[in-house]
């Protein structure tokens, strides 16, 4: 299994992604890239992890791919910190990067500290992941001085839907651009060891790589990105409806788990299932000549 640079005994640290980054600061080369996927469960965790995944992000995505929401913003603090003692318990060797959920971190900023301290304390994360640029650059700088990583996101920030009118791509004009590159910079100004680019023109998403000492990981925002994240049930197929178009999938697993369990029913129905080998028996002398009598 390749597994890419990393320190000593295997575990991905903080300092070792922004490492990467600094051994090679235009763009990480394609066998540094960092590898990042979102996971919501100790299944994921281990399945992830095992795969040699640098980065499980325990994204508020889980809002809507996992607890069926239809955006992100419903999540709250506990669900967030129960999925992610979870992903921790199936983790031995990835970087866990929880998601702060909306309204977290929006109001006081002693209570976004103490509310992304848990994350560390209680849940086990190692970084948290806060969306916003410039208008988040103080909670980033509080929140590296009380020892937690930060991970920026700008772009396309899905918790700010209804300000965007949508999930749109972000940066497309040349004034939007500015900004979204202007939002790149205070991020890193402020302390955070890496940023997600989501949902902007590949060109923009390049220039920012360029521009960044700290690593950038896109989701919709081209190949030009120092890693690339994608929301897991994107990736394997475990979607209803259209996914988005940045999005390949590499399995059809919403098939294959459909597919067993018709079977499985069709087994009980039929009777075959379970069958004598998979069931069990007494042992010889005990069944042998006795019946057995209800006990009352
Ligand atoms: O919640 C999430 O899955 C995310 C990724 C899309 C980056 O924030």
Do not use: W
């Not at 949508?166 to 402020?190: I, M, N, S, Y």
Request: net charge negative; charged share 25%; hydrophobic share 40%.
């Amino acid at each position: 299994m390749s597994v890419g640079p990393h320190a000593g005994n295997g575990k991905i640290t903080v300092p070792e992604i922004l490492s990467r980054k600094h051994a090679s600061p235009d763009s990480l080369s394609n066998s540094a890239k960092i590898t990042c996927v979102t996971a919501y469960d100790y299944p994921s965790a281990r399945l992830l992890d095992e795969a040699g995944v640098d980065v499980l992000l325990v994204g508020d995505s889980l809002a809507m791919t996992v607890l069926g929401y239809e955006s992100t913003l419903p999540v709250t603090l506990e669900e967030m910190l129960h999925h992610t003692r979870a992903v921790r318990r199936g983790t031995r060797r990835a970087l866990i990067v929880a998601d702060m959920p909306y309204g977290t971190y929006h109001a006081e900023l002693p209570e976004a500290v103490r509310n992304a301290m848990r994350f560390v304390k209680e849940a086990g994360a190692e970084a948290v992941k806060i969306e916003g640029g410039e208008r988040r650059m103080e909670l980033i700088a509080r929140l590296v001085e009380a020892e937690v990583p930060v991970m920026g996101h700008v772009g396309l920030t899905p918790q700010s839907m209804h300000a965007m009118g949508g999930f749109r791509v972000q940066g497309k004009t040349p004034d939007a651009a500015e900004q979204v590159l202007r939002d790149a910079r205070a991020v890193e100004a402020a302390g955070a060891f890496a940023i997600v680019l989501e949902g902007m023109p590949r060109e923009l998403a390049a220039q920012i790589t360029a521009d960044l000492r700290i690593p950038t990981i896109g989701i919709g925002a081209g190949p030009d990105c120092d890693g690339q994240v994608l929301v897991l049930n994107d990736l394997i197929g475990l979607t209803f409806g259209a996914s988005p178009k940045f999005a390949r999938r590499y399995a059809n697993v919403g098939e294959i788990i459909s597919g067993a369990v018709r079977e499985y029913c069709e087994d009980v129905r039929g009777g075959t299932f379970p069958s004598d080998a998979e069931s069990y028996h007494m042992p010889k002398a005990a069944s042998e000549g006795k019946k057995i009598r209800a006990v009352s």
